[in-house]
């Protein structure tokens, strides 16, 4: 079983639809959750960083982490097609911790 | 731009050449890392540098080889690989580790598209 995993999609919305990105995990030592965004021939850029369970939003993003049920997830409100891109989810178990462990990511298109 | 550059950013190589993947970072930081991102895979680790001492080899085949001269540059050399090698191989920097609650985000560059024939 992979530590974490996610559904590598692909997945197509219209333009202004509410997306729904999701990971699970197995290891409940995980306390820190973050989301990487990655366009097409780039490296990956941090887009959101939670720690243990609850909601953070940014704009018109909201990371939630349930700890409980070893699940994550990053909503996308009013998506655009310049949020066309690999969505990856990450964890490690404490905030100075180097070793992340990556889900596969999702690819993203949204159609105009 | 994320203050980490590398390059090249696409090599071709036969599986008897020797050739090497650099990374530099402009941001300050002290670890470096390298990972291998291949097609429906996630990322892999494979090495880190903390202040130029490799703190991790996640057990990668001696036929990859780093080097981190000092803490702005990385280096990968590579020989007698084989094509499931192939993949895009990124490096990153952050902060060096923490045993506290400082965050040590990690900022990836771009990324060298690797294929072996």
């Known amino acids: 079983q992979k530590e974490v995993e996610q559904d590598p999609g692909p997945l197509s919305v219209p333009e202004g639809a509410i997306v729904s990105l999701n990971c699970t995990y197995s290891n409940s030592a995980f306390q820190y959750f973050m989301w990487y965004r990655q366009y097409s021939r780039k490296g990956p850029e941090l887009l959101m960083y939670?720690?243990?369970?609850g909601n953070k939003e940014d704009g018109r993003f909201t990371a939630q982490v349930d700890k409980s049920s070893k699940y994550i997830s990053l909503f996308i409100r009013d998506s655009q097609p310049s949020d066309s891109a690999t969505y990856l989810c990450a964890m490690k178990q404490r905030a100075g911790a180097q070793k992340l462990v990556f889900g596969q990511g999702t690819r993203l298109t949204i159609n105009p | 731009e994320t203050g980490v550059t590398q390059t090249p950013r696409h090599l071709v190589m036969g599986m008897t050449n020797k050739k090497s993947l650099k990374c530099e970072q402009h941001?300050?930081?002290?670890?470096m890392y390298w990972y291998k991102q291949s097609a429906k895979k996630p990322l892999e680790l494979m090495f880190v540098y903390n202040f130029k001492e490799q703190t991790e080899n996640n057990s990668v085949p001696s036929r990859f080889s780093p080097e981190c001269p000092n803490s702005s540059h990385l280096f990968l050399h590579l020989h007698t690989l084989q094509p499931e090698d192939s993949a895009l191989y990124l490096c990153?920097?952050?902060?060096?580790?923490?045993?506290?609650?400082?965050?040590?985000?990690?900022?990836f560059g771009q990324g060298t598209r690797l294929t072996v024939v």
């Open positions: 990153a920097s952050s902060r060096g580790r923490d045993r506290g609650f400082r965050n040590t985000e990690a900022f």
């Open positions: 939670t720690y243990s369970s």
């Open positions: 941001l300050g930081h002290n670890a």
